[in-house]
């Protein structure tokens, strides 16, 4: 928490737009602090609340996969593209019809303005605190120097505002004279008009905005949702209704106490306009903020950095911070920009689940820094499109399991939202989606996670992938091999379909993927005792993973290197770093491989270019996967993608790829906060240590004239993980085991004899490049070099 406390976000004016303003939030709700120089507004939003419409017309036109295949392979190879071909030209438009509507997407929830004089009452600035997610706006009143503090209640979907003279900290005579709540102005006409306004008596304001099921905007469906925003100040306060509508004027009182409550579920539950909140008072301020404040503690307790390299300690705990803001068990999944939002900010391409990565990428995190409940936010999104998934397996592809979506929203769906096969044929987000769900219980050995939450996805999957690969369009004489083989398939971001198919075939992130997904499978076989009920499966998937295609490869200036799909040009750039895919997430590769594997997965590394957007944890995190990352630059390029509020966004890295010297290199910064650069942390643990393998790795990427320590990362195993590192040595290594897993550590002495210490044991002496040792549920274990063995603390 302290350390936490050393990288607060300051800004020295006001922070009039959404991007400068300070993110708050309790994994629910989300809240953005913005100042003017002549108020204070609030933007609400929350992960729960969509605009819950979807369009799913055309299903009848869609057909099969084998009609749709069949009739691709009539165009003829020598076109530039298969939309030169009329009919599929028409059936691309028709087939994304339903993805071209606005909706779904995040309903904004509107916002509240504390409004002031500016002539006798100034913005200095704010400062956001990372340790208690107090927000404390700095105010100059009429030459005196006040703070208005501002924060997200950890247990309730609650904002908490009180004015402090900062000398002092007693209460302040108040600045504000307006209060008012604004509907978000983007709200869709079609939706029912909202139902609000002002009640005296209660000093409160509050409007009720009702989401339809109906794409009309028609009411009267158990489906409809809805959403109440209010805001209370304590009874006795000097408010009048407005002139404006949901506005009251206030009078200058000593002290200003006020909370907001942002309601949301189904339209039967969110009734009325009435009093729905406790009249606020200091005290009632004081105790919620003594409940945050415990709940931070509880979450940075989980584990910490200390770093020399200030920058990325700094950027650890803000992306920490900003993550544990906007996600949470028991809410929805966040989709592409989490649970921030205003006006058309946090809509594009729906703010959905993308699973090419996007929606991967953020709960990487949660893994090594300890935080896996988070993760139970993707679990329950698998579960909501599992079925869709099946049906889509079964109708469209005639074959067993699930093929998971290319693009998934969290209201009711009952046919794939993007059935175009340009993208929708990739078939690496099917392993991809159910990927996580291994690792969680990697990292866990939860086998009650495994059994009720895990195998069947997976299980899935595997049947998938098993079924389309022995497709009799997928292996036989027309090969020239014995292998079965992922085809067709669309690489990520790049080609889309090609006449003839010539770029859609065993796509590098496909076998990857495919890889370890049939490895996954195996071993939560082997972890639940289902060998023999899963005999069947299992037979298929050890024969097809038998007669699997190698990675495509081809020579660059840097030597041999993967390349995306087979015949491509090793100069191509890409948008999401396809090459390196073996590496992460693949985990085919890294620095446990043999020598030459190693050689080619560090020419890929280095030789790959990337036109970005896509890339800033994805590449960077294989290369230090790989002990390859450059520190330095890569700092500098989360320099170049930092916002105000220091989030990073997606940023242009050069033309020659889909974009043009005409493009904007920010044109991504302002479509809103992007959820899955939160990852940004995780790429700092592998620097630090990596268990991806089993076996824990220190201090694989860091410099040996920095030092670094780190408390309770997670490794594979179950393992909680501590170790400091000076002077380029490991001078302290703890480890306490959640599992019981036998535990395996590259020794980081150099072949040097080491002692594993346990409390109330004789000290074991370990020796070897690679230490091995037994160990009992909740044990401590500290390993030191033998020549350096003291007591144990």
Known sequence: MQLAGKHAIHSDRPAATFFEGALLGNGGMGAVVTTRPDAVVIHFGHNNVWDIRIAENNRERIGTFADLFARLQEIPSHYESL???????????????????????????????????????????????????????????????????VFADQ?????WISLRNTESGEPEISPFNRIRLLPDPHTPQELPAYEGGVDERAGQISFRQRLPSDVEGRTGSAKDKAFRLAVRLPAGAAFRAGERELEATLGREIGFVACVQLDEGKDSAVTGTGEAIASPSREAFEAAFAAARVDWERFWSRSGVALEDEFLERIWYRNLYFFHCSVKPGATCPGLFANWSYGRIGSEWHGDYHMNYNTQQPFWVAFSSNHVDKHLAYVDMVDHVLPVSRKWAREYYGLRGAYFPHSAYPVEMSMMPYPVPHWGWEICETPWTVQSLWWHYLYTMDKKFLAERAFEPIKDAALFMVDYMKRPEARGPQW??????????????????????????????DLTLTKFLFRAFEGACEALGLEEEETDLLSEVREVAARFPEYPTARSERGTVFVSVPGEDPEVVYNVPNGIATVFPGEDHGLHSPPEQYRVAVNSYLNHRNEGGNELVFLNLAGARLGKLDLERFKRQV????????????????????????????????????????????LVNECLMQSYNGIVRLFPNWPADKRAEFRTLRAVGGFLVSAVWESGQVRELEMVSEAGSPLEVYNPWSGAAVLCLREGSEPIKLEGDILRMKTNVGERLRLVPAADAGPIR
């Open 83 to 149: 939309s030169d071909d009329p009919w599929y030209k028409e059936y691309v438009a028709m087939a994304g019809e339903n993805y071209d509507f606005p909706y779904p997407r995040p309903m904004p929830c509107g916002s509240l303005l504390l409004g002031f004089d500016r002539r006798k009452t100034e913005v200095l600035g704010h400062t956001l605190r990372l340790e208690n997610g107090r927000c404390e706006i700095r105010l100059l009143i009429d030459g005196r120097e006040a703070t208005l503090d």
């Open 639 to 682: 320099e170049y993608c930092l916002l105000p509020n220091g989030t990073c966004t997606d940023k242009l890295l050069e033309a020659g790829g889909r974009y043009a010297d005409t493009t904007l290199f920010d044109y991504m910064a302002p479509m809103g906060v992007w959820f899955e650069n939160f990852a940004l942390p995780a």
């Open 480 to 509: 020239g091999d014995d292998n079965y083989h992922i085809y067709p398939t669309v690489v990520p971001e790049l080609y889309e379909l090609t006449p003839g198919f010539g770029r859609n075939r065993d796509c590098i992130v």
């Open 155 to 159: 247990r309730a979907d609650r904002l």
